[in-house]
């Protein structure tokens, strides 16, 4: 397997050239995030993440996790690496300073998180699902509880888990049946939960299960639901962990990927019921663990960039080194590796293009959180957060659906080399395959696409976002680069396409759901590529201005101008093609009897 080398390079040229963190640093609140200091938590965040994490990603997932006298273990050297990171302040790099953490933007924050999953994706699995029990606790617990719990979360010292599902109710929340009985100042929680990651292990002192129940006398459905804080261990007067509560895990699954993650089956009340403590208002705990969800969804979008990115960098390597037969074009007998073949090169700069897209489109959408949390004009930021629930959807679905595409071709790259397990690409794609299911799979993203992001509103947030693409496209022909003119018309037919697809959702999906159901994936995988095109489009002209300042890194801004025309000649035509699947509903889907299948 390949080193990871974190690309820093191409993160500073999205934050500063593409985004503008300048504009982030004027915020309130975000007055230290200056330039310099970005590109110096980069820097640390590069060295940690290639020289602590990396290492652990092979031989984490050799060994796996395992039982100890104590409970369920983590790998060697995860424990130690945990601590260094705890050590170091990266938990809590965009938390807020009240409660210990550094305050940066969530921007920043994201690229850091790039990293960590890139460099080992079953490690940062722990923070990211912390980082979820953060948000949520900050919107919706009391002071008591904001004051006991998030220091210690932001800290690192206790880490958190959500518990949502359960064997009979896996997508469907509604049908979860944990009960939680009131006891004076508190609940008694009983059922089960499953596939709760990292939901027991040794990395951390405690562990703070935040788990959806159900209330005696509550509704059936998801009105009945609350939200409980239920700790592995009860704090004590000082709030430090005390006795052990009434919660464990009973096994570890045994998963294709992600092996040195513990994903637990969680039991609460084996004896006299786990001690829990209700978050907020009974009945409102589906909408509060929505905020963890929402939180984590973006994450996992990020994980489907970073695992792209590490697939990327290991084939890269491969085909560098790897020599075989004459390149089509070349002399015969001037045997070269095979990176210079042109199939193997289209193949490569499938993956390097559509890595850059997905970098910068979840990249911008973390800008855009920063600005709907942070603007001083209040209709700014109301329009910035439609912009947010609008993309979440898309980041999650499209870069994981990507993300298992491009890990899969990192194998092709290698041949019968990446169906070995000696070479580490196979386990890039094995951690990858999980990213399209869990925080809700992609057909659940696509119906929030289509539901509650475009019908919901008559299609405003995606047609100023598609007025703001085709202003774009302008720009993009009026340019005096030949190679970002070519960008131009992709890129239109990709959006007079987008703007079909959302006409046809927003006249349609009140009348026959069952149809815009069936070609919601479809619907969501467009807005991915031509969101990804458009923000490629965005970094050739961005680069072309730099070379045209005179920028002396002549091959990186020539290469991001290359990248984005491969991207708009090769991927983009991907979006139009997609609309008649879109327009087809469920045409034949419908009629096809489901016992037939």
């Not at 984005?564 to 609309?579: C, N, T």
Request: net charge negative; aromatic share 8%.
């Amino acid at each position: 397997m390949s080193e990871y080398q974190a690309p820093t390079r191409d993160m500073r040229f999205v934050l500063h050239e593409l985004l503008g963190l300048d504009a982030v640093n004027r915020l309130p609140g975000y007055e230290e995030a200056t330039p310099d200091l970005a590109d110096a938590v980069l820097e640390e965040a590069a060295r940690f993440a290639g020289g602590v994490l990396a290492p652990l990603n092979q031989t984490g997932d050799r060994e796996g996790v395992h039982w100890t006298a104590t409970g369920l273990g983590v790998p060697e050297g995860f424990r130690d690496a945990y601590q260094q990171y705890v050590d170091a302040g990266w938990n809590g790099l965009q938390c807020p300073p009240e409660f210990g953490g550094q305050g940066l933007p969530e921007v920043l924050a994201t690229a850091t998180q790039e990293m960590w999953q890139s460099a080992n994706m079953s490690f940062a699995l722990c923070p990211l699902l912390t980082a979820g029990a953060i948000e949520t606790l900050r919107a919706h617990g009391s002071p008591e509880q904001q004051a006991l719990y998030l220091p210690r979360l932001v800290s690192g010292e206790w880490t958190g888990t959500m518990n949502l599902t359960e064997p009979q109710a896996g997508s469907d929340l509604g049908a979860v049946r944990c009960r939680a009985e009131p006891r004076d100042d508190h609940y008694r929680l009983y059922g089960q939960k499953i596939y709760i990651t990292w939901g027991e292990h040794d990395a951390a002192e405690n562990i703070i299960h935040l788990v959806l129940a159900r209330t005696p006398n509550a509704p059936a459905g998801a009105k009945g639901l609350s939200l409980f804080i239920v700790p592995r261990f009860l704090p004590d007067a000082d709030g430090n962990p005390g006795a052990a509560n009434d919660v464990r895990s009973l096994k570890s699954e045994t998963k294709i990927g992600i092996h040195a993650s513990p994903t637990c089956t969680m039991s609460y009340g084996d004896s006299d019921g786990a001690i829990g403590y209700r978050v907020g208002e009974e009945g409102r705990g589906l909408a509060q663990m929505f905020t963890m969800m929402n939180e984590a969804r973006h994450k996992v979008g990020v994980q489907g960039l970073a695992i792209a990115e590490r697939a990327y960098q290991q084939a890269r390597w491969y085909a560098a080194g790897r020599v075989q037969g004459v390149p089509a074009g070349t002399e015969p007998g001037e045997r070269r590796s095979i990176l210079h073949h042109p199939d193997v090169k289209r193949m490569m700069l499938t993956m390097r293009a559509q890595i850059e897209a997905m970098r910068a489109l979840s990249y911008s959408v973390a800008w855009t959180m920063d600005m709907s949390r942070r603007h001083p004009d209040g209709a700014r930021r109301a329009e910035h957060q439609a912009r947010v629930d609008l993309l979440i959807p898309v980041v999650k679905g499209w870069c994981t659906e990507v993300g298992q595409e491009l890990a899969s071709l990192g194998i092709q790259v290698h041949g019968g080399m990446g169906y070995v397990e000696e070479t580490g690409a196979g386990q890039h794609f094995r951690d990858a395959r999980i990213t399209t299911i869990y925080e809700g799979t992609t057909g659940i993203q696509a119906n929030d696409l289509v539901g509650r992001k475009t019908y919901k509103d008559s299609g405003q947030a995606v047609y100023a976002l598609l007025a703001e693409f085709e202003g774009l496209t302008a720009e993009v022909g009026g340019n005096g680069d030949a190679g970002v003119r070519a960008i131009q018309e992709p890129l239109a037919n990709a959006l007079r396409a987008l703007r079909g697809a959302a006409d046809h959702v927003v006249r349609s999906h009140g009348d026959n759901p069952a149809s815009t159901a069936a070609g919601a994936v479809p619907y969501l995988m467009m807005a991915g590529y031509t969101c990804g095109g458009a923000q490629l489009a965005r970094s050739a002209l961005a680069a072309r201005a730099a070379l045209d300042r005179g920028a002396t890194d002549t091959t990186f801004y020539q290469g991001k101008i290359i990248t984005a025309r491969f991207y708009a000649q090769h991927i983009l035509p991907r979006a139009p093609a997609l609309l008649p699947a879109v327009l087809a509903g469920d045409d034949a889907v419908g009629a096809m009897p489901a016992d037939w299948l």
